[in-house]
Every structure is written in C-alpha cells, then in structure tokens.
C-alpha cells in the first residue's frame, strides 16, 4: 500500500497543483482590472488542454512499456523506450508548437469571436506557449519515473513546473514584464523544470547502467 501510495500521489498533485497554477494565474490577472485579458487567458488554457491530449496518451504507453521491461530486467530497452517515445513526442510538440507560434490568430479564433480580442491576445499567446515545444519530454519524464516505481521523482517534476518555480516567477516577472510577465511564469517554470528533469534521468539512466545501484536504490 505505501508503494501504491507513492507512485499515485504524483499524479494527484499533478491534478491539484494545475487547479491551484490555474487559479493563481487567473487571480494574478485580474488584479490589472481588464476582463478581455482574463477571457483570453481562459481561452488559451482551454487551446493548452486540449493540447496536452495526445501527450497523456502517449505517456500512458510509455509506462506500459517502461514497467513490464523493467520488471523483467530488461533495463536496454528501458531506456530505448523512454528515448524513442521522447524523441516521437517532442516532434509532435515541436509542430504544434510551430503552429501556435506562426497561427496564433486560428486558435484564439476557435475560442473567442471578437477579431479585436483575437488580435490583443495574439503576443501573450505565443508567450504561454513559447516552451511548448518541451511538452513531450515534461511528460514522459515523469511517467518515466511512476513506470520505475519512484514516484517521489515524478512529484519532484510536477512540483518544480507547478509550485517551486512557478510561484516566484509569478510574483517577481510581473514587476518587470507588466502583463507579458503573467503570461510567461508557466512557460519559464517548465524551462526551468527540464533542467531538473536533465539532471534526474541522467543520474537514473547511470543507475540502470549499474544494476547493483537499482538495488540499493530500491
């Protein structure tokens, strides 16, 4: 049960700690008084949701994968797993996120009908969607660590992207970029989270490439 525990309890604050970004974004907004910045921040999380769709899938076959490999000792393909699937999903992330950058207007215009607010919403919405691009690998690096049993790792990704560093470029950005700064504290936490990510799937790769570290880690 403790283990069961630990491995769940990272998708858990993945699923509280986006509520609580969501509402800390909307709040931080809404102290500039302007009700179109605030109806085109829900209509560019509403384009990111949907966004994020085919990368849950695409995690959901990588822990599949990962867990019965690992559990069968088969620590190669581990790693080529994880490799393959990063590199196919940060494709994909890569042409959404060309087509965010260069179509803004296309997807604000699904969800607001007011050419005007479209194009107000046009540079804070390639902001919010500037690190899009590293979607994939946020991901699978996280679904990496649930697969393996080490869920205190995965909590370590969503917390970092959610809360460590999110909270302080929210308060501090603002004072320097105005209203930019909002909009960019979620794209500049999840750059500042694949550093994390760097340093966590390098140390783990090094202990799958020494089996007696597994054990002793385990």
Same mark, same amino acid.
């Given at each position: 049960? /403790?283990?069961?525990?630990?491995? +769940?309890?990272? %998708?858990?604050?993945?699923?509280?700690? @986006?509520?609580? #970004?969501?509402?800390?974004?909307?709040?931080?907004?809404?102290?500039?008084?302007?009700?179109?910045?605030?109806?085109?921040?829900?209509?560019?999380?509403?384009?990111?949701?949907?966004?994020?769709?085919?990368? !849950? +899938?695409?995690? #959901?076959?990588?822990?599949?994968?990962?867990?019965?490999?690992? +559990?069968?000792?088969?620590?190669?393909?581990?790693?080529?797993? &994880?490799?393959?699937?990063?590199?196919?999903? $940060?494709?994909? !992330?890569? =042409?959404?996120?060309?087509?965010?950058?260069?179509? /803004?207007? %296309?997807?604000?215009?699904?969800? =607001? $009908?007011?050419?005007?607010?479209?194009?107000?919403? =046009?540079? &804070?919405?390639?902001?919010?969607? $500037? %690190?899009?691009?590293? @979607?994939? *690998?946020?991901?699978?690096? @996280?679904?990496?660590? #649930?697969?393996? +049993?080490?869920?205190?790792?995965?909590?370590?990704?969503?917390?970092?992207?959610?809360?460590?560093?999110?909270?302080?470029?929210?308060?501090?950005?603002?004072? &320097?970029?105005?209203?930019?700064? *909002?909009?960019?504290?979620?794209?500049? @936490?999840?750059?500042?989270?694949?550093?994390?990510?760097?340093?966590?799937?390098?140390?783990?790769?090094?202990?799958?490439?020494?089996?007696?570290?597994?054990?002793?880690?385990?």
């Amino acid at each position: 049960m /403790p283990k069961i525990l630990e491995i +769940g309890s990272s %998708t858990m604050i993945l699923l509280i700690m @986006a509520s609580i #970004q969501q509402m800390m974004l909307f709040k931080t907004l809404s102290a500039y008084d302007d009700q179109t910045l605030i109806s085109l921040l829900g209509a560019a999380y509403r384009v990111l949701l949907f966004a994020v769709i085919p990368f !849950a +899938g695409i995690g #959901q076959g990588l822990q599949s994968i990962i867990g019965i490999n690992y +559990g069968a000792g088969k620590l190669d393909r581990v790693k080529d797993a &994880y490799k393959v699937f990063t590199v196919n999903a $940060s494709i994909m !992330a890569g =042409v959404l996120w060309l087509l965010f950058l260069i179509f /803004p207007e %296309t997807f604000l215009g699904m969800m =607001v $009908s007011d050419p005007g607010m479209v194009q107000k919403g =046009v540079p &804070y919405f390639r902001l919010l969607f $500037s %690190t899009f691009l590293l @979607a994939g *690998v946020i991901n699978n690096s @996280a679904t990496l660590f #649930q697969a393996l +049993g080490k869920g205190w790792k995965a909590s370590m990704i969503f917390l970092s992207r959610q809360i460590i560093f999110f909270i302080p470029l929210l308060m501090f950005l603002p004072d &320097y970029f105005g209203i930019s700064g *909002v909009w960019l504290a979620m794209p500049a @936490a999840e750059f500042l989270t694949v550093i994390i990510i760097a340093v966590l799937v390098v140390a783990e790769f090094r202990k799958i490439n020494h089996p007696v570290a597994i054990a002793t880690d385990t």
